[in-house]
């Protein structure tokens, strides 16, 4: 009998101690982990930033809308991020950078594509931006020009671009191109308001989008259009959509009109740099290529982003910045990078 109650008090005791320690390790509802430092290194050489990541899965969907010209770059951020947060996704839509500018500050989307500077009138309406990569506009014509040959050659220059565009005191190709072609020539610009514009009338002179000249075609779609149907005619457009991204190559019907930066009536050999998109990229890295036409790309949001908007926008000046060359597009300067990510922290 004595033997059977020491058995049972030993069973009470070891009980006692195993409830005891399951409650010291169960969590109640609503305690959270902890988060942990995590150092992400940006893949354009810019300085590890240290970021606090939750284990929470970030769930919610973020509305994009905006420029042309970084429309291709961030579907393509948003597929990656999406990757990695399935509970995130995303309404991307383009129209320009100034229905991009016009949603963000109406509350109609979370981030605004930007393909220009953004003006201190947008700033006090509560405009808060960031660079995210670089791109730029190059002339194009039709594939069949009467006098392509002569414009490889050649190039244009910036004082004949400004007759085309602003003056309208051009109106042959061979006037464009110094020869005796009698052909028109046919001027196509943008209808809506954009960085393509701004980027093409800032470097003809420093003139706004509303100073170009020609006929008004909406998007760059819309332009790239317009140029690859009408053999006599002149364009401008952002380079994802002068280049196809996947033959590196210039879209079909279309060519590049060589800038002749020096203005010595030839394009020298550091001038050449039209044959893929690689070669131009790298030209606008190194500021071969004149800046503008090159130009910054921003994410604008209504006020310092936070949440799932401030995570993406942090992934896309880190992680995100290793998708930049593929896609077409330019790494900005590390230093550009540091600025961005000291304004969302």
Same mark, same amino acid.
């Given at each position: 009998?004595?033997?059977?109650?020491?058995?049972?008090?030993?069973?009470?005791?070891?009980?006692? !101690?195993?409830?005891?320690?399951?409650?010291?390790?169960?969590?109640?509802?609503?305690?959270?982990?902890?988060?942990?430092?995590?150092?992400? &290194?940006?893949?354009?050489?810019?300085?590890?930033?240290?970021? @606090?990541?939750?284990?929470?899965?970030?769930?919610?969907?973020?509305?994009?809308?905006?420029?042309?010209?970084?429309?291709?770059? #961030? =579907?393509?951020?948003?597929?990656?991020?999406?990757?990695?947060?399935?509970?995130?996704?995303?309404?991307?839509?383009?129209?320009? @950078?100034?229905?991009?500018?016009?949603?963000?500050?109406?509350?109609?989307?979370?981030?605004?594509?930007?393909?220009?500077?953004? &003006?201190?009138? /947008?700033?006090?309406?509560? @405009?808060?931006? =960031? !660079? #995210?990569?670089?791109?730029?506009?190059?002339?194009?014509? +039709?594939?069949?020009?009467?006098?392509?040959?002569?414009?490889?050659?050649?190039?244009?220059?910036?004082?004949?671009?400004?007759?085309?565009?602003?003056?309208?005191?051009?109106?042959?190709?061979?006037? %464009? %191109?110094?020869?005796? @072609?009698?052909?028109?020539?046919?001027?196509?610009?943008?209808?809506?308001?954009?960085?393509?514009?701004?980027?093409?009338?800032?470097?003809?002179?420093?003139?706004?989008?509303?100073?170009?000249?020609?006929?008004?075609? +909406?998007?760059?779609?819309?332009?790239? /259009?317009?140029?690859?149907?009408?053999?006599?005619?002149?364009?401008?457009?952002?380079?994802?959509?002068?280049?196809?991204?996947?033959?590196?190559?210039?879209?079909?019907?279309? /060519?590049?009109?060589?800038?002749? =930066?020096?203005?010595?009536?030839?394009?020298?050999?550091?001038?050449?740099?039209?044959?893929?998109?690689?070669?131009?990229?790298?030209?606008?890295?190194?500021?071969?290529?004149?800046?503008?036409?090159?130009?910054?790309?921003?994410? =604008?949001?209504?006020?310092?982003?936070?949440?799932?908007?401030?995570?993406?926008?942090?992934?896309?000046? &880190?992680?995100?910045?290793?998708?930049?060359?593929?896609?077409?597009?330019? %790494?900005?300067?590390?230093?550009?990078?540091?600025?961005?990510?000291?304004?969302?922290?």
């Amino acid at each position: 009998m004595k033997t059977k109650f020491i058995i049972i008090i030993l069973i009470t005791i070891l009980t006692g !101690a195993l409830l005891s320690g399951c409650v010291d390790n169960a969590k109640t509802e609503g305690q959270t982990t902890p988060t942990a430092a995590v150092t992400t &290194t940006p893949a354009s050489g810019a300085t590890g930033v240290q970021t @606090a990541v939750s284990t929470k899965e970030p769930e919610g969907t973020i509305r994009i809308s905006g420029a042309f010209a970084l429309y291709p770059m #961030v =579907v393509k951020w948003s597929d990656e991020y999406k990757k990695l947060h399935p509970k995130v996704n995303f309404d991307i839509g383009s129209g320009g @950078a100034g229905k991009g500018m016009t949603d963000t500050l109406g509350g109609l989307v979370d981030i605004g594509m930007v393909s220009r500077a953004i &003006t201190p009138a /947008e700033e006090e309406k509560g @405009a808060y931006w =960031v !660079a #995210v990569t670089k791109d730029a506009v190059v002339p194009t014509a +039709n594939k069949n020009n009467p006098v392509l040959t002569t414009l490889k050659t050649n190039g244009i220059k910036r004082e004949i671009f400004e007759k085309m565009f602003i003056n309208a005191s051009i109106s042959t190709w061979g006037e %464009a %191109a110094g020869t005796n @072609a009698a052909d028109k020539l046919n001027v196509y610009t943008r209808s809506d308001a954009c960085g393509a514009g701004e980027a093409w009338a800032l470097y003809l002179g420093n003139y706004k989008q509303e100073k170009l000249k020609g006929l008004g075609v +909406n998007g760059d779609p819309g332009i790239a /259009e317009a140029v690859r149907k009408d053999k006599l005619g002149i364009g401008y457009n952002n380079i994802n959509f002068a280049y196809d991204v996947n033959t590196r190559k210039p879209v079909d019907g279309i /060519e590049i009109i060589p800038v002749d =930066v020096n203005g010595n009536g030839k394009i020298d050999p550091e001038e050449n740099f039209y044959g893929t998109l690689d070669e131009l990229t790298n030209a606008i890295s190194t500021g071969k290529y004149p800046e503008p036409p090159a130009k910054d790309l921003h994410y =604008v949001t209504r006020g310092k982003p936070t949440g799932i908007v401030q995570d993406f926008i942090k992934w896309t000046l &880190t992680d995100g910045q290793k998708y930049i060359p593929e896609s077409g597009y330019v %790494a900005l300067s590390s230093e550009k990078i540091d600025a961005g990510l000291k304004k969302v922290e």
